[in-house]
């Protein structure tokens, strides 16, 4: 099904919020959809899997994953039986992460269209960018929230150089927290960073390495979850 992504899926800011029409122009109930975006290299892949495993024995989730020229994120969460196959879709964007997250979406509305379509209905769909820098952001045409993921191996001054995902996205993940002590970086001063870039949006500081490391993300998710099922 190919939708008019000029009407259905437009935001409107209501109570402070920024919300989006919920059904889907048959008058079914849509998926929130979660993007996440990030450096090449900070772990995104490693976060949807986890949230994956955390979440697909309570909730209905799918995935859509952008590469420029493979299907190399999809492959690995379908190795890892993350959620059956079905239920992982792959873009290959052949050009630059940001024209298919931000600029022309077609192939990325398409996607989530077609696993509503096929295995529907669904509480959720994550949406994960290529590997990209620290101008990614995703259209909100796209998705109705976004995280964005960092990792201290970057450097611990990623927070203070800022850019849209550090500074505007609706949840910042510090990743890697664990590798701190083998790479000089210091976690007081990215907390510091991250909470005068962000003001009141919210940051979480974590390792997928440890058994609860995705905890404070799919709190946040969940989150998410119960208010657009209000």
Same mark, same amino acid.
């Given at each position: 099904?190919?939708?008019?992504?000029?009407? $259905?899926?437009?935001?409107?800011? !209501? +109570?402070?919020?920024?919300?989006?029409?919920?059904?889907? $122009?048959?008058?079914?109930?849509?998926?929130?959809?979660?993007?996440?975006?990030?450096?090449?290299?900070?772990?995104?892949?490693?976060?949807?899997?986890?949230?994956?495993?955390?979440?697909?024995?309570?909730?209905?989730?799918?995935?859509?994953?952008?590469?420029?020229?493979?299907?190399?994120?999809?492959? =690995? !969460?379908?190795?890892?039986?993350? !959620?059956?196959?079905?239920?992982?879709?792959?873009?290959?964007? +052949?050009?630059?992460?940001?024209?298919?997250?931000?600029?022309?979406?077609? #192939?990325?509305?398409?996607?989530?269209?077609?696993?509503?379509?096929?295995?529907?209905?669904?509480?959720?769909?994550?949406?994960?960018?290529?590997?990209?820098?620290?101008?990614?952001?995703?259209?909100?045409?796209?998705?109705?929230?976004?995280? =964005?993921?960092?990792?201290?191996?970057?450097?611990?001054?990623?927070?203070?150089?800022? #850019? $849209?995902?550090?500074?505007?996205?609706? !949840?910042?993940?510090?990743?890697?927290?664990?590798?701190? $002590?083998?790479?000089?970086?210091?976690?007081?001063?990215?907390?510091?960073?991250?909470?005068?870039?962000? +003001?009141?949006?919210? =940051?979480?500081?974590?390792?997928?390495?440890?058994?609860?490391?995705?905890?404070?993300?799919?709190?946040?998710?969940?989150?998410?979850?119960?208010?657009?099922?209000?």
């Amino acid at each position: 099904m190919h939708l008019d992504h000029s009407d $259905p899926y437009l935001p409107a800011e !209501l +109570g402070g919020a920024l919300v989006t029409r919920t059904r889907r $122009p048959d008058g079914t109930r849509r998926a929130l959809r979660i993007g996440l975006g990030g450096p090449v290299g900070s772990g995104k892949t490693a976060t949807v899997a986890a949230l994956c495993r955390a979440l697909r024995d309570r909730r209905s989730l799918a995935v859509v994953t952008n590469d420029i020229y493979t299907r190399e994120d999809a492959d =690995f !969460l379908l190795r890892e039986a993350v !959620l059956p196959p079905e239920r992982i879709q792959a873009v290959e964007t +052949g050009a630059c992460p940001h024209t298919a997250i931000r600029d022309d979406i077609s #192939g990325n509305l398409e996607a989530v269209e077609d696993l509503e379509d096929a295995v529907g209905p669904l509480d959720l769909i994550l949406v994960e960018s290529g590997g990209d820098n620290l101008t990614a952001t995703f259209s909100r045409g796209l998705v109705d929230a976004q995280i =964005f993921v960092i990792d201290v191996a970057g450097g611990d001054d990623i927070p203070r150089k800022g #850019g $849209p995902g550090v500074a505007n996205s609706d !949840l910042l993940v510090i990743n890697k927290t664990d590798l701190a $002590p083998h790479v000089g970086s210091d976690l007081d001063r990215m907390s510091r960073d991250a909470r005068e870039r962000r +003001g009141t949006l919210p =940051f979480v500081m974590t390792s997928l390495k440890e058994p609860d490391g995705i905890a404070p993300v799919v709190r946040w998710v969940s989150g998410r979850l119960a208010a657009w099922a209000e």
